[in-house]
């Protein structure tokens, strides 16, 4: 059902963990799974040079929290921005359609953890792409 990577990810997450002193933190959860992630980011010279989280939730929001802070860590908060939940998906090799709400959350913790950075420095808030919604009738049908 998962892929080698996913399971990896949830076995041997990556940069689990709270940063001490984040500039950013986004928490994001989904209340018909009960997954909550939190995503610390930590930022020098619009680089956001640390990326650590907290989830609690099944394998596969694990696996996207992992994934998402290993993705964004060396990246200006420009290409961070960018990330999107399929590009998580497709860095685990693929998520069970069930699942692609885990990825959803890892790219909106990232989103606003960032928010959260640029609203602490009195920088504009960027505008997250509403192209998701927790409310869709496949979330109903998450299963851990």
Request: glycine share 8%.
């Amino acid at each position: 059902m998962y892929s080698d990577t996913v399971m990896d990810h949830f076995k041997n997450p990556r940069n689990v963990g709270e940063i001490e002193n984040p500039d950013g933190v986004g928490e994001v959860g989904n209340p018909v799974c009960g997954d909550i992630m939190k995503i610390f980011i930590k930022v020098t010279n619009n680089i956001i040079v640390d990326a650590k989280f907290k989830t609690f939730g099944c394998g596969a929001a694990i696996a996207s929290s992992s994934m998402a802070t290993e993705l964004v860590r060396g990246k200006t908060l420009e290409d961070a921005w960018q990330l999107s939940n399929k590009a998580v998906a497709e860095a685990l090799e693929g998520l069970p359609p069930i699942k692609m709400h885990c990825s959803v959350l890892a790219e909106e913790g990232i989103h606003k953890a960032i928010n959260d950075y640029r609203k602490k420095n009195g920088l504009p808030l960027w505008e997250e792409k509403k192209t998701h919604s927790h409310d869709h009738a496949e979330d109903l049908t998450c299963e851990h």
